[in-house]
């Protein structure tokens, strides 16, 4: 049995809760999921892990009640205990340094994103990235990539400072805030990243020389937020903290934007050059980001959420088509090339039982109620 620890509701039907599962919390990364099971008659149903806690042995699931099961969790409280939670399962994030990337929460998406974008911003202080909140970066010479790169004691030939200058004159006020005594190692390992750069002659490549030391070496954050009204709106403060920039869309206005998510994406992705787009939501926001950013040629991940029972790839429920071939988005996923997903077959698989989940959940309400009204 797993305990509640603490519960939390977040906006109308969106509920958080702290369970207590050392195991999993040990060994969640980012991008897995849980399949848990109210009770012994219970259905499974599969959530995100969305933050976890390795010392307090702790995991945190956001979930939207939409049907029974999940109506019937958001009425268990902090004390309350769950039968069975699984995990972690489903493949990783892989998490590297991109650039610049453009995280797209839609509605509950956000507690897929928030465990990539602590990690998207994790790697750049492990890789020795120092970043200002408004604008500045450097690399801390201490750190090992830095050390296997950048410690040789050649000379910077003078083209290549010439080159590098024009970047570094207008980070250079900050650089010398942030390592005073150490720009010369910072410089040898920008002309590093240049050298690599170097033996590609293309005008983006040339552009990449100058930015070397900026733009591509570190994960700069663009998060997108939508929801359908203001009050739907989940974690917006908690993105908000590592999020280079944030912009909040609504369907009706009422906070932020009005607007779609794809309205501002567009506007991101035509005003730079953008490594990776991670979009996490309703199938059908994936569907259109994805078809957004395929022209501009946009690494693309979705996370999907097709109909799961048991999770570890032996029922075939979360089958999905990806470039073609049938994938298990439990143990092949759940991300995906956002390119590569026939999102009309996902749409129209995960509306496969609507009648009976309807069904299930006007007895279950109708019982409960019942019960609620006999009891006092
Ligand atoms: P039902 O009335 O049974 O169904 C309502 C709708 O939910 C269905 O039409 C269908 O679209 C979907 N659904 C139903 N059963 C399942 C199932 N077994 N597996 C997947 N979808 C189902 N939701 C969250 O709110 N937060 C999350 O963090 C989250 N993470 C997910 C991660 C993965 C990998 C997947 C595949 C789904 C995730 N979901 C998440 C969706 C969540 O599993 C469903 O909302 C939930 O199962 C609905 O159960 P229900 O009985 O309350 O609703
Ligand atoms: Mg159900």
């Known amino acids: 049995m797993f305990k509640i620890l603490e519960k939390q509701t977040l906006a109308p039907k969106v509920e958080m809760m702290v369970i207590q599962a050392p195991y999993i919390a040990r060994h969640a990364k980012v991008g897995n999921f849980i399949v848990l099971r109210l009770n ?5 149903i599969p959530l995100t892990i969305a933050d976890s806690d390795r010392d307090k042995g702790t995991i945190t699931i956001l979930f939207q009640r939409v049907g029974k099961t999940t109506e019937s969790l958001g009425m268990l409280n902090a004390g309350d205990k769950i039968q069975d939670v699984v995990g972690p399962l489903g493949h990783a994030t892989p998490i590297e340094i991109y650039g610049n990337c453009v995280l797209v929460a839609g509605g509950i998406g956000a507690a897929t994103l928030y465990p990539i974008i602590k990690a998207l911003k994790a790697i750049n202080t492990s890789h020795g990235v120092i970043k200002d909140k408004e604008n500045v970066i450097a690399r801390s010479p201490e750190t090992p990539a830095c050390r296997q790169t950048g410690r040789d004691d050649e000379a910077i030939p003078k083209d290549e400072i010439a080159l590098l200058e024009p970047a570094l004159s207008e980070k250079d006020e900050i650089l010398r805030g942030v390592y005073p005594e ?13 050298r690599r750069a170097q033996n590609d002659r293309s005008e983006g490549a040339r552009n990449d020389r100058k930015m070397a030391f900026s733009e591509q070496s570190y994960n700069h954050i663009t998060v997108i937020m939508g929801a359908r009204t203001k009050e739907l709106l989940i974690w917006e403060d908690k993105f908000r903290q590592f999020a280079d920039e944030c912009f909040v869309t609504t369907d009706d206005g009422s906070y932020g934007r ?14 730079k050059s953008i490594a990776l787009a991670v979009a996490v939501g309703p199938v059908r926001m994936m569907k259109a980001v994805s078809e957004l950013t395929k022209p501009y040629a946009v690494k693309t991940i979705v996370s999907l959420n097709p ?6 790839g032996m029922c075939g429920a979360c089958r999905v088509k990806i470039a073609g071939e049938t994938r298990f988005a439990c143990i092949d996923g759940p991300e995906f090339d956002g390119h590569d997903v026939d999102f009309q077959e996902l749409e129209s698989r995960l509306r496969f039982y609507k009648e009976e989940e309807e069904q299930a959940l006007h007895l279950f309400l109708t019982r409960t109620k019942r019960q ?3 009891n006092g």
């Not at 012994?40 to 499974?44: F, H, I, L, Q, T």
């Not at 109909?307 to 570890?312: F, I, K, N, Q, S």
């Open 40 to 44: 012994k008659k219970g259905e499974r």
């Open 182 to 194: 150490q720009k010369d190692e910072i410089l040898r390992f920008a002309q590093n990243d240049m």
């Open 258 to 271: 009005k607007g779609l998510v794809t309205d501002v994406l567009k506007e991101v992705v035509e005003s």
């Open 307 to 312: 109909l799961m029972v048991e999770g570890t």
């Open 372 to 374: 609620v009204t006999s």
